[in-house]
């Protein structure tokens, strides 16, 4: 099981980019820079290839709408070279609210979108022959009577250090995760509880595991959570840090019935609370919403405590698929808490 975090990518980038160095000294496999609605993802990642030698570089995640195909398939090719074959290409659909009201670009058919755009990658990156794709949501070149009719098919100029640059999707619907189990490289969900994550993706991702290429190998999974290593009664109160974000998640994170982390929430089966933390916290009661999360969820979701409980989750995790431990340590002394988990590991 290799070790992965996210960076904060909103606040300096210089001074993460040497936390970043010194977490890879300590054994973190990866690292990925989300995109939501301030910095673009790329231009960190390129940064963090300049000044790291093995870490893993992913996008987590690049919303599809707010690139044409083609651009996220050189961005990725970029990366990969600054890197010298260390990018992950994180995608995901974000949600209307960023992608209507920040982006300005319709919200539409995110699964055949995916689908073409993953499709349209790989074959830019084997370079195989010049770009043609007649897809139902992209052409390349246009159609006939589309544009100025001057469109030609062009291969990528670049020669990609590697023809299959991984692939991740960020995916929580039945149908979407179904989809990245066909078709991804990788997957990572969110809000996830490997104690419950069969009974909320098993059928999903069966079915999607009967439609997947054989030449695409095993599936990576990248999920975890907080991470504090210590005597039980000291790290304990680190769980609580997990109150607001999951809150802004569950709660605030789209509107009433399409919010689909507040769906995941429900189909754990903390069904009532889901509907209660938004409630509170789309009528602007952030701290009440924040204590309407349930206990258990946030021990389940996270790996806490002395080394014998820290082994038990991570038992936890692997017999949930999870490849990739995606961790968020807490604590005064956090690469020190990464080094420690890598000896466990």
Known sequence: M????????SGDVKAMA?????????????VWVAEAYGMDAPTVMGYLAAVTETVEIASGILPIYSRTPT??????VGVDVLSN?????????SGPQVIEGFHGVTYDAPLGRTREIVEICRKIWKREDKLQHDGKYYQMPLREGEGTGLG???KIITHPPRPDIPILLASLGHKNVALTAEIADCWLPTLFVPD?????????LDRGYAKRDASLGTMDIMAGGMLAIGKQ?????????????????VGGMGAKGKNFYNNVFSRYGWEAEAHSIQELYLDGHKTEAEAA???????????????????????????????????APVGPDPVGTVRKLKELL
Do not use: H
Not at 18 to 30: M, N
């Open 233 to 249: 009664d000291e790290v304990e109160q680190y769980r609580e840090y997990g109150r607001g974000t999951t809150a802004l998640y």
């Open 18 to 30: 040497d936390q970043v160095v010194e977490y890879e000294k300590a054994g973190v496999d990866l």
């Open 196 to 204: 419950k994550a069969s009974m909320v993706w098993g059928e999903d």
């Open 2 to 9: 290799k070790i992965s975090m996210a960076v904060n990518y």
């Open 152 to 154: 030609k098919p062009l």
């Open 293 to 327: 999360i349930p206990s258990e969820f946030l021990e389940k979701s996270s790996l806490i405590g002395d080394e014998g409980y820290v082994k038990e989750r991570l038992d936890a995790y692997a017999e949930a698929g999870v490849t990739y431990l995606n961790v």
């Open 85 to 93: 074959g260390r990018c992950m290409l994180g995608l995901g659909a």
């Open 71 to 76: 651009l996220l398939a050189m961005t990725a």
